[in-house]
Nanobody, 121 residues
């Protein structure tokens, strides 16, 4: 069993910052790619940022220069530092991980429960 738990969401004024965390636990051997997605009301879920096990990153154009994704492999945790927040960033943010499970074949895709980020103008 693998569980991903997000934390760090909240309400912030435009121009402010938040840092999201997502910790994976359970029967984990290693984690491949990890990422953050978000979904605003009435819109599709979209990829915000992703990071490989070796640290390579990519970002949605809308957040480049403002958001930074990072990870701790030892802690099985991924972070999203969000600066210069805009009202358009308001959404539920979900973390995602491709997990290699201990003593099991292959890997599987897991999602966190989501954390609300609200940016006021």
């Amino acid at each position: 069993q693998v569980q991903l738990v997000e934390s760090g969401g909240g309400l912030v004024q435009a121009g402010g910052s938040l840092r999201l965390s997502c910790a994976a636990s359970g029967s984990i051997f290693s984690i491949n790619d990890m990422g953050w997605y978000r979904q605003a009301p009435g819109k599709q879920r979209e990829l915000v940022a992703a990071i490989t096990s070796s640290g390579s990153t990519n970002y949605a154009d809308s957040v480049k220069g403002r958001f930074t994704i990072s990870r701790s492999n030892a802690a099985n945790t991924v972070y999203l530092q969000m600066n210069s927040l805009k009202p358009e960033d308001t959404a539920v943010y979900y973390c995602n991980a491709d997990v290699v499970r201990a003593w099991q074949y292959g890997s599987g895709d897991y999602w966190g429960q989501g954390t609300q980020v609200t940016v006021s103008s």
